[in-house]
Structure formats: structure tokens, C-alpha cells
């Protein structure tokens, strides 16, 4: 202290060169050791204070104790290859018996299909491309003709992809019950036309909920109030076996049908809440501004509102939409063979029964869900920081 | 808006005000003519099909039986009516248990996922970022399939130090012997009722229970030990029939259903990183400044966590963490999956089965959750009302 107090006094006028005045800057050390690399890291990140140090050791010993098993039931005593339940069962010649991959490969195409005909799984194939190409349109928020990329999407897509799908024999096209249908691409089926259907149901009664009309507004109220209080399942079983009684019985909906319009119905609750939410968060001012314009009021909505607010809440929508994903397990109740159900089916097939076949199902499909859910949540992050930065400048 | 006299006329189609009456009339006679098309095809098709119709199955004895029931239930006697009072029960019981478990670790893992430590700060983000990705009802499938069933079966069961036994077959807790559930159940809302309220007065009252500390204890002292009295007046020591694994199944204890385990385990597991997320949220929405201020005026630790931070989080916790609770009481209608009797296992789907009365036993169902989603946010609308920000 008292050399840099020194230091800092210039030395009196006339005066010569005192001994003790620095001429030259001290040399700097080194910090400390403790307080720098991955020593000072560790003191800083894992052993700040007793506690902190404390769990640091018991979550290192848990991963010992938890990992090398996970590993070798994953990879090292994982049966990779087999026709049938012995391949994955303990003999004495090999006591331990990890996760039986062999089921998973001999059932992938029916978890990916279901029981879509062998000879017209390429229409599958052909959708689920064009479903990639069209959510690659839009996610991208720099691909050129967005606007053409949603007509693409929410028009033509769903047409194309009935008539793929479904078949028309005027094109050469049998017709593939839905019966049939199953696995991934029903969940895939689901989830689209849950999406597609649900963001402009949903804009619809969230503009419906903040109208200046008092029957419109008390409807979509109900709805939304309504279809957000009560758990999806009572929804799906409310379209699947309150529907048919409501229609002419010569109607009679296909069992997916109804399914979709329960998932649609449910979706677009939630959807408008989030909408809502969005056009809530558009200053007064801009409304004012396009009355001055003399926008009329679809006009102002289509022009002024509608961009901005959709803009700030494509995270929530992307959220929403992984929520939806993950329900789309649920017409798993109502006689649907999403994927889930057909790990269900395949997983009790006596063809594989063995102790660990349960268990590689679930894992297999966990890792599945993960993957698409994960990516969703990422790309609603990068969005949510895009956003941001626009927010600053 | 007066117009003066001498402006053109505008054409009726044009007002506003005229317009939107009658878009409301049309959108209101549209919706009755579909109603009315709807109840006209459903009663034509109910008489083809000679289903009946009203509420009259709710007096008429239901005839099957119910593997969990914590009100009287027997299935020579007891009405459909009484199945779906039994079902209730069981929702609400896994319901606000798992409630509580998952605030708990809820809590825990928001909490440590703004740890400065960096394996438990991975830890949670790990476990909350797995959890949410992947569906409820696949857990559920998984922690019934793959872990409770696939234990061994009873005679080679675990068996957890104090007399608890786990296996294939469900939980076997020890069995307190001479006391009634109920009146367990009863003693202890009691003590926990009487340790609210003594907590309010004495946080209002001048005294020097109104210190934190002190007021704690006291409030602790009242819920733990107005049991341990009941305890004691009804003749303690206290008896403990064990379980015990036979060769053909376990007998003595509380069975606790495997079914209920799991779907207990899976509701808490899931619901818990939801709410990791908002007490999150809540605790990094109060800003430094805060804590700073607190530290300036002299405030330790657990008073600044208690008096500044709390207050302020909880503001923005609570509206989405109701919203949890309910969530995880509409998921466990879910229970449909593993066989667990809750209302949605119990009324959609055996009494529909059996009575084929689709309209009422979903109608009936659906009731039951919107009155509670219902009476929370109008309960949450107060609370949001009360701890509002006074705006200036």
C-alpha cells in the first residue's frame, strides 16, 4: 500500500530522484495458482463451499455407480443380431443380457409404417419427403418465397397428402384403409394436421376472444375455457364415441378421422391462449396507426398485426407445437396404432418376450420423442435469441 | 358521431354497429340449428341402438369390482354412482400426492439448476431438458412395464430396512395396528389447519412470536405435536404389523398397488421438471439490484431469500405453477394406460363399457375436471389480484 501511495505522489518540485519512487511499472505476477486453469475453474465451479463440495462427491460417485452399468447394458451386453426371443436371453454362457437391439431391427419397418401394404410403403416414403421440404420452408427463416413455402404447406401439402396417402384409383393409386395405417406415420399424421389445423383455428378464436362483439368473444371464451380444462383424453374420447351419436349414422367417420378432429379441436385451444398472448404484446399504437391508415380491420390484422405478433411468438407456438407432439401419443386410447402403440404391440409379441424387451422398446422410443422434441426446443431457442437481437438494435 | 344533414347517406350494410349484430345473430342461429341437428341425431340414433338415456344408471348397482377404494366399496352393493365417487377419491389421492412430491423436487431441481456448481447445475439442466422431450405416457409405460413389473417377483422381492417390501406385485408398507386411516387423515389436516392459523395470528400479533425463528418452532410444535398427542391418548407404544412374503403372496401390511407407484413416480418425474422451469424463472425474474439492496441493509442470507427474493418470485411462480397442478391432475387421467382405477379408468372407461351411455359418462367426466380447472383460476385470478404490482 504504502509503495503504491508513494508512487502515486508526484515527487515535489526541484526535488531529486528519490530512491524509493518507482520510475519503472512493477512487474506483474502471476495469479495465484488456486485462482486460475482448470484448478482455479474447479475451486470456483466444484468445491466453492463445504456444500457444494459435499455434492460434487456424491454426484461423482453416483455416475460411477450408474453409468459403466447403463453402458453395458446399452452397448456391451446389447444383442445386436437374432431372429427371435433366444438371441436376447440369458444363457449360462452369457449370464448378463443387455438391451436386445435385434427386436428393434426386426420391427423398425412395422414401428415406422405399421401395417401399411409392403408394395405401397414408397407413397409413405414420398410424404414424409414432402412433409421435410415443407417444414424446411418454413423453419428456415431466410428460404426464399416464404409465402409461397405456407401455401405450400398448409394448402397444397395437406391435399397432396390425403391423396398419397389415402390413394385415388382414378390416378392408379389403391386405396389404403387407415385401418392400416400405423407407427411413425400415423404420429407424424397426427401432429401435422394437428399443427396445420390448429394455428389458424386458433388465430380465428383468439381474435374471437378479443372482439368487440359480445357473443363472439363469450363463445370462443367457452371453447378455449372449456377445451383447456379438461385432459385430452376425455377430448379424444368425447370424438371417438360422442361424435358418431351426434351425426347422421350414414356418416359414420373413419376411427382416424375422429381422432384427428379431437387432437385438432384440443390443439387450437391452446394455440389461441398463445396467439392471444402474441396480440396482447402489440403496443395500442399500431392498432391506432392502421385505423388512421384507413385499413379496414382484416386489412389491419393482415398487414400490420397479425406479422408482428405471430413474429414474437413463434417460440411459444413451436412450444406448443412440441406439447402436441407429445400428446399425439395419447390416440393410443382410442384404438390408433401411433409408434408408441406399436411398440406396445411389438413389445408383447411372445416372438420376443424376454425379460429386457420392455424395457429396449421404451428406450428405443424415448430416444425417438427426444430427438424430435429436442430439435423443436432448439430451434424455438434460436428463434428466441434472433428475436432478441432484433429486439436491441 | 353526428353526421350533418346534408351528408350522403350511408348504406346500412356499412355500420359497423349493424354489422357486427348481425354477423352475432348468424354466427348465434348457425350454432343453434347445428346444436339442434346434433341432440336430433342423437336421439334418433340412441333409440336404434335402444341405448338409454339420463342419469338413471347413477342409482343402479354397478356390478364390477375396483382394485384400489378408499371409500366403502363392494361390487354386489354399490351403485355406479358410488364407483364414481371411488374414482374421485383415487385421482385426488394420486393427484395431491404427487402434487406435493413434485413440488418438492420441482423446487429442488430449479433451484439447482442456478447452482454455481457446475455438475449439479449440468445435472438438472440434463434431467429437466430428458424429461420434458419425452411423453408422459411413455414414462408411465415404462416405470409399469419395465421397472415395477419387471421386478422380482415376491419371494425374491427387495426388502427395504423398516419393514417395506417391494416386488413385482406393488408396495407393502408396515400397517399401524388399532388406528384408522381416517382418523389419521383427520388428526393430521387438523394439526396442519391449527398450524396455519396459529401462524397468521402470531405473524400479525405484537408479540415476540411474531419473530421468524421463534414463530417457526412454535408453528412446527403445533403440527408435529398435536399428533404425537393423539398418539399418545389413544395408548401408545404404537404396534406394527409387518409385511411378510409368503410362497404364494405377501400377507399383513398396506398393499400399495404397483399401478399406483408407478403412475405416482411418473406424474412426479415429469411434472417436476415443469416446474423446475417456472421456480426458475421466478427466481432469476428478481434482479440484482434486490439482492444487493438486502445485502446493503444488512439482511443475512436466509432473511434476504425469506423477505425479498420470495415475496418477489413467488409473484411470478404461482399463476404458472397452479397451472402445473393442474396439469398434473389432468394427467393422471392417464391412468387409463397402466390400469390404475381413477375417474377416467373407472367411469370412461368400465361404466361406458358396461352402460354404453356415451353422452352422460363423458359429460359427467369432463364436468368433474373443469370445475376444479375452473375454481383454481378464478382462485388464482384473486390471489393475481392481491399481489399485483400497485402500478403508478
Not at chain 1, 254 to 262: E, F, M, S
Not at chain 2, 123 to 140: C, D, F, K, T
Not at chain 2, 351 to 367: D, F, K, P, R
Amino acid at each position: 500500500m504504502t509503495t503504491l501511495d508513494t508512487a502515486l505522489v508526484p515527487p515535489p518540485a526541484g526535488a531529486g530522484r528519490q530512491a524509493y519512487v518507482r520510475t519503472a511499472p512493477a512487474e506483474t505476477l502471476a495469479p495465484p495458482r488456486m485462482h486460475v486453469g482448470w484448478l482455479g475453474w474447479g475451486r470456483e465451479h466444484l468445491f466453492s463451499n463445504p456444500l457444494s463440495t459435499v455434492l460434487t462427491i456424491l454426484i461423482i460417485a453416483a455416475l460411477v455407480l450408474i453409468v459403466p452399468p447403463m453402458v453395458d447394458f446399452l452397448f456391451i451386453d446389447a444383442t445386436w443380431s437374432g431372429t427371435d426371443r433366444e438371441a436376447c436371453l440369458a444363457t449360462p454362457a452369457r449370464p448378463e443380457v443387455g438391451a436386445c437391439w435385434a427386436f428393434i431391427h426386426e420391427r423398425f419397418a412395422y414401428t415406422i409404417y405399421g401395417s401399411y401394404p409392403i408394395a405401397e410403403r414408397w407413397r409413405v416414403d414420398l410424404f414424409f419427403a414432402l412433409l421435410a421440404l415443407g417444414t424446411t420452408w418454413l423453419l428456415w427463416l431466410d428460404a426464399p418465397r416464404r409465402d409461397l413455402g405456407s401455401v405450400y404447406f398448409f394448402v397444397v401439402l395437406p391435399i397432396v397428402s390425403f391423396v398419397l396417402l389415402h390413394g385415388a384409383p382414378m390416378l392408379g393409386l389403391p386405396v389404403v384403409d387407415t385401418a392400416l395405417w400405423g407407427g411413425m406415420l400415423v404420429t407424424i399424421v397426427v401432429a401435422a394436421v394437428g399443427i396445420v389445423a390448429s394455428l389458424p383455428i386458433g388465430v380465428m378464436l383468439a381474435l374471437g376472444r378479443r372482439s368487440e362483439m359480445p357473443a363472439i368473444r363469450l363463445l370462443s371464451t367457452i371453447y378455449i375455457e372449456f377445451v383447456r380444462g379438461v385432459p385430452l383424453i376425455t377430448v379424444l374420447f368425447m370424438a371417438s364415441v360422442m361424435l358418431p351419436l351426434f351425426l347422421p349414422e350414414t356418416w359414420s367417420p373413419d376411427k382416424l378421422i375422429r381422432a384427428l378432429v379431437g387432437v385438432a379441436l384440443f390443439a387450437s385451444a391452446y394455440m389461441a391462449e398463445v396467439v392471444r398472448a402474441g396480440l396482447q404484446s402489440i403496443p395500442k399504437g399500431q392498432y391506432d396507426a392502421s385505423h388512421a391508415l384507413g385499413l379496414s380491420y382484416w386489412q389491419s390484422l393482415r398487414h400490420i398485426i397479425l406479422p408482428q405478433a405471430l413474429k414474437v411468438t413463434i417460440p411459444n407456438i413451436v412450444n406448443s407445437y412440441i406439447a402436441l407432439f407429445k400428446d399425439t401419443t395419447l390416440v393410443f386410447f382410442v384404438g390408433i396404432f401411433d409408434f408408441l402403440k406399436t411398440i406396445e404391440v411389438a413389445r408383447a409379441d411372445p416372438k420376443w418376450s424376454t425379460p429386457v424387451t420392455s424395457a429396449t422398446g421404451y428406450i428405443f422410443a424415448a430416444v425417438v420423442y427426444f430427438v424430435f422434441c429436442y430439435a423443436m426446443s432448439r430451434y424455438a431457442a434460436r428463434i428466441e435469441r434472433r428475436l432478441a437481437v432484433s429486439e436491441r438494435r | 358521431m353526428a353526421r350533418s344533414p346534408g351528408a350522403p347517406q350511408v348504406p346500412f350494410f356499412r355500420d359497423p354497429k349493424l354489422r357486427a349484430i348481425i354477423y352475432q345473430v348468424v354466427l348465434c342461429v348457425v350454432l343453434g340449428v347445428l346444436v339442434y341437428a346434433a341432440v336430433r341425431n342423437a336421439v334418433e340414433n340412441l333409440e336404434r341402438a335402444k341405448i338409454a338415456s339420463g342419469f338413471g344408471f347413477w342409482n343402479t348397482t354397478a356390478g364390477f369390482d375396483i382394485s384400489q377404494t378408499l371409500i366403502e366399496y363392494s361390487a354386489q352393493s354399490s351403485t355406479y354412482g358410488r364407483a364414481f365417487w371411488v374414482g374421485l377419491t383415487n385421482t385426488l389421492l394420486v393427484a395431491g400426492l404427487g402434487i406435493i412430491l413434485a413440488t418438492v423436487l420441482g423446487t429442488a431441481i430449479g433451484v439447482a439448476r442456478l447452482s454455481k456448481n457446475f455438475l449439479v447445475e449440468r445435472l438438472a439442466s440434463g434431467y429437466v431438458e430428458m424429461i420434458r422431450n419425452v411423453p408422459l405416457l411413455l414414462q408411465l409405460l415404462f416405470w409399469y412395464n419395465a421397472v415395477l413389473k419387471a421386478l422380482p417377483d415376491f419371494a425374491n422381492g427387495f426388502a427395504i430396512p423398516g419393514g417395506v417390501l417391494l416386488n413385482n406385485r406393488g408396495l407393502y408398507l408396515p400397517r399401524p395396528l388399532g388406528i384408522d386411516g381416517w382418523h389419521v387423515a383427520g388428526v393430521i389436516a387438523l394439526a396442519v389447519v391449527l398450524g396455519f392459523v396459529f401462524n397468521a395470528l402470531a405473524a400479525r400479533s405484537a408479540g415476540p412470536l411474531r419473530m421468524l425463528g421463534l414463530r417457526f418452532a412454535a408453528t412446527l410444535l403445533i403440527v408435529v405435536g398435536i399428533p404425537v398427542l393423539a398418539l399418545i391418548a389413544m395408548g401408545a407404544p404404537l404396534a406394527f404389523e409387518y409385511p411378510e412374503a409368503g410362497r404364494f403372496n405377501v400377507s399383513g401390511g398396506v398393499e400399495i398397488l404397483p399401478e399406483f407407484v408407478a403412475l405416482l413416480v411418473g406424474l412426479v418425474v415429469y411434472t417436476a421438471a415443469f416446474i423446475a422451469e417456472v421456480v426458475r424463472a421466478g427466481l432469476i425474474s428478481v434482479s440484482r439490484g434486490q439482492t444487493e439492496a438486502a445485502e446493503a441493509l444488512g439482511l443475512g442470507r436466509f432473511q434476504t431469500l425469506r423477505y425479498i427474493t420470495m415475496p418477489q418470485a413467488m409473484r411470478v411462480i404461482i399463476p404458472p405453477l397452479t397451472n402445473q397442478y393442474l396439469n398434473l391432475m389432468k394427467n393422471s387421467s392417464l391412468a387409463v394406460a397402466i390400469g390404475y382405477p381413477d375417474l377416467v379408468q373407472i367411469f370412461t372407461g368400465t361404466v361406458l363399457n358396461i352402460t354404453g351411455q356415451a353422452i352422460e359418462v363423458v359429460v359427467i367426466t369432463m364436468a368433474v375436471y373443469l370445475t376444479f380447472s375452473l375454481v383454481t383460476s378464478f382462485a388464482m385470478n384473486l390471489y393475481n389480484a392481491r399481489v399485483a404490482l400497485a402500478e403508478r
